[in-house]
């Protein structure tokens, strides 16, 4: 097989220039703690060859495109017995080898941009076996997930990765170096793993509040909440202010609080 035709219920772009594609490969960062990378949707291999062409680690590569699989098989012999004919959004780390699904692994890849949020959801059920993630994403979305508290795109998303992860945007991707190309710009970010191997409250009940804040973001907190949690009786300056405008750690401080009122069992 020397073509794959992209398709468009996958969100299939496959990259085309090369430079783009070494210029990603290389913003791993190499470090010392993992010996395994993950490539989620390889697509026809413009970005897997240089990631092959690594001796610091090992690349296996996921992907769900029965068409994108029998090309790489091809055209790529070194991924013999690398290749996980799966859907990353039910990654599992039994799908690796014994001797490498215990061990940290980074993750890395062209995301197809109608599950890239799905995608880093997963990587957060991983968070303390995955150092590292770069991905392509949409702009609009790479600058949400990097954007800090105060910014109009901050969101979801942008706490919870940010509540685990260092997050960095490294370049900016022009739609042309695509087949097809997409209707908007592409970036390429980098999320590190910081040093917070568990939030200092009730981890599930920070997602809820979380969403719960971002869900209604032009009202106080204090409303947006009050739509699922009993906070009107609550004294702080925060239930005063909109989701956007807390940080991490403020979050985790609510959190806290409504924990008092809602004790989880």
Request: charged letters at 25%; glycine letters at 4%.
């Amino acid at each position: 097989m020397n073509y794959v035709s992209p398709k468009k219920h996958l969100g299939q772009h496959f990259l085309r220039d090369e430079n783009i594609a070494k210029k990603i490969a290389g913003s791993l960062s190499r470090k010392s703690d993992y010996k395994t990378v993950i490539e989620v949707g390889p697509g026809t291999g413009v970005l897997t060859k240089y990631l092959l062409n690594e001796k610091a680690f090992e690349t296996f590569v996921v992907e769900v495109d029965r068409e994108s699989v029998a090309f790489l098989k091809k055209n790529y012999p070194a991924l013999n017995g690398r290749i996980i004919e799966k859907d990353f959004l039910d990654f599992e780390t039994s799908w690796l080898p014994v001797n490498v699904n215990h061990l940290p692994f980074a993750v890395i890849g062209n995301f197809p941009y109608n599950i890239s949020s799905q995608i880093l959801f997963k990587v957060l059920e991983y968070r303390n076996q995955a150092p590292e993630v770069v991905g392509m994403f949409q702009k609009e979305v790479a600058e949400r997930i990097a954007s800090p508290a105060g910014n109009k795109t901050y969101g979801i998303l942008s706490v919870l990765m940010q509540a685990f992860y260092k997050i960095e945007y490294l370049f900016t991707v022009h739609e042309n170096v695509f087949h097809p190309p997409p209707k908007v710009k592409s970036a390429v970010i980098r999320l590190t793993r910081n040093k917070i191997n568990k939030l200092e409250c009730d981890e599930g009940l920070f997602f809820q509040v979380v969403k719960t804040g971002f869900n209604q973001r032009r009202k106080m907190l204090r409303n947006a909440l009050g739509t699922k949690f009993n906070v009107q009786n609550l004294q702080s300056e925060l239930l005063s202010k909109r989701a956007e405008q807390l940080t991490v750690n403020d979050f985790v401080e609510l959190t806290k609080m409504v924990l008092d009122i809602h004790p989880q069992p």
